[in-house]
């Protein structure tokens, strides 16, 4: 199993440019979340999903958007980067948001 | 709303002595509880759960934590630190719908030689 994949690594954007974060897992975890990553103040959650076509926002959605088309891909799509969205991205899967959570490698992201 | 202490933002301990992570949570249900690290540039990994079973947890690496209603604590314990044990840890309690994770801040543990 590769478990939580997320692609790219890296990425640099201007303001104002969109793109697509995406992540997918291969054990069938109908629990899917993005969390954003900022020195001192842990991780935040963005989105989340219960399962496919079943999304819902977490504590900082704004400039954000997800979907759920398949169990296994969670992509988190930028509409519009800003320079408050510099971060480092992290997905995660698990069975339930009560079980263990897997952790994507990460994506770090710098939106000049 | 559910929320998370974390009452250290560092902690810096001697190879071979104790570790306490402090993490203090509000709830106002039955909570579940988690312990992540994170090693520099890597992602998380799990350290142990509480899930309402017993209230002393024991995780991977020689941790363990103690769930304290009385406190609301769930504290992070190690008897003898090792170099390895450098990382950053994050307390994580889940809400009362079980839908979305509340992360503390992290505490940053330093190992000295």
């Known amino acids: 199993n590769a478990g939580v994949t997320q692609t790219p690594k890296f990425q640099v954007l201007k303001t104002g440019q969109s793109m697509t974060l995406q992540c997918a897992q291969d054990m069938n975890h109908e629990y899917m979340s993005w969390y954003r990553q900022d020195p001192g103040m842990g991780l935040r959650l963005i989105h989340y999903s219960v399962g496919a076509g079943i999304t819902d926002q977490g504590e900082v959605p704004n400039g954000y958007n997800v979907s759920r088309s398949t169990t296994e891909d969670f992509p988190l799509r930028l509409l519009s980067a800003a320079p408050s969205q510099t971060s480092v991205y992290f997905c995660a899967s698990s069975r339930t948001s009560r079980n263990e959570q897997f952790f994507g490698p990460g994506t770090r992201l710098t939106v000049l | 709303a559910q929320s998370v202490t974390q009452l250290d933002s560092h902690v810096s301990v001697s190879e071979g002595t104790p570790v306490l992570l402090r993490c203090n949570y509000s709830?106002?249900?039955?909570?579940?509880l988690f312990w992540y690290v994170q090693h520099p540039n890597k992602g998380l990994q799990l350290l142990l759960k509480y899930t309402s079973a017993a209230t002393l947890v024991k995780g991977i690496n020689g941790f363990e934590a103690e769930f304290k209603k009385s406190e609301t604590s769930f504290h992070l314990t190690k008897p003898s630190a090792h170099m390895s044990d450098a990382a950053e840890y994050f307390c994580?309690?889940?809400?009362?719908?079980?839908?979305?994770?509340?992360f503390g801040a992290g505490t940053i543990l330093r190992v000295k030689s």
């Open positions: 994580v309690v889940s809400d009362s719908g079980g839908n979305k994770l509340v």
């Open positions: 709830s106002s249900y039955s909570p579940s």
